[in-house]
């Protein structure tokens, strides 16, 4: 039972950080049609962000749990502000253009981001601090659960609860669910919709920021690469889930973390991803739009 509890524990934390970057692809989708590939990329600079002021503030001084969520906030400001540039470099200049067209521009952008990164840090994987300590009171659940994978799962519940009360109750929300209704119908409206895509932009990839700041402090070391692997997978729980759908998203990463730590834990580590797009494949082929995703209807 416990070998069981430390498995679905694992799998929830895979499935939180997943959720955090699928929100950012489904958040996108939904409106603009387009899939962000380089949205793994601001995971990465936000976690490589959080190493470059957690190293600072550590020879200033600073107790671990400041430099979190120091970290974590320098981590969200600068992530945001490349997600708001791509968008307006890389993007905005093809919104008319062809589907096919942005899209070879975010495959583009990512190759151009993960050689950025390398050249001007390392291709070597570089050692992460541990910035979560062990909380007191979970010194009974420490072969089953760390502090870290605790932290990261209410980051993860907080994180897809205050953005569900955004998009619900807000007025930049509200104008972010009327543009991916009709984006047409949305500007003759009076919506600002060019702010509206930044803005869904900037908030994917502050999410995906705070996701890699924490996997990254409870894993304890980073690389350039990191954010191509977690970008796949983050976009296969997204299309998993129903992409477009915030809620879809969770769930398709949530299901995704799980079957994974399952497969290593009852199978085998070699296995996990075989069994996460076996999974992927199944859903789409009897429900294509993914669990929590719904049919398009054609207009004539």
């Not at 993007?91 to 008319?96: A, D, E, F, I, N």
């Not at 569900?164 to 929300?173: A, H, M, N, P, Q």
């Amino acid at each position: 039972m416990d070998y069981f509890l430390e498995l679905f524990l694992g799998g929830l934390t895979r499935g939180s950080i997943y959720a955090l970057i699928a929100l950012g692809y489904t958040m996108v989708y939904g409106i603009i049609e387009l899939i962000n590939f380089a949205h793994g990329e601001i995971y990465m600079i936000g976690a490589f962000t959080g190493l470059i002021v957690a190293g600072l503030l550590t020879m200033l001084g600073f107790p671990g749990i400041s430099i979190l969520a120091i970290a974590v906030v320098c981590a969200i400001i600068w992530a945001a502000a490349y997600g708001y540039t791509i968008e307006k470099v890389a993007y905005k200049p093809l919104r008319g253009a062809q589907r096919l067209s942005p899209l070879i521009s975010a495959i583009g952008m990512s190759i151009f981001l993960q050689n950025y990164v390398m050249l001007s840090q390392t291709s070597d994987f570089l050692p992460f601090p541990e910035l979560i300590p062990e909380f007191g009171f979970m010194e009974g659940l420490g072969s089953i659960m760390s502090s870290s994978e605790l932290v990261i799962i209410l980051a993860t519940v907080a994180a897809c609860i205050g953005l569900t009360l955004f998009i619900k109750f807000t007025k930049l929300g509200k104008a972010m669910r009327a543009t991916a209704q009709n984006r047409k119908m949305a500007m003759l409206v009076g919506i600002n919709v060019d702010m509206v895509i930044s803005a869904t932009f900037v908030i994917g990839s502050s999410l995906a920021a705070v996701g890699g700041v924490l996997i990254a402090s409870h894993i304890g070391q980073i690389n350039y690469f990191i954010g191509f692997i977690a970008g796949i997978k983050a976009f296969t729980a997204a299309v998993l889930g129903g992409i477009g759908s915030i809620p879809g998203a969770m769930l398709g990463a949530l299901v995704l973390g799980l079957t994974e730590a399952f497969a290593t834990g009852y199978v085998s580590s070699d296995y996990e991803d075989v069994f996460a797009f076996c999974l992927l494949v199944l859903i789409l082929i009897f429900r294509p739009s993914g669990i929590m995703g719904k049919e398009k209807t054609q207009k004539v």
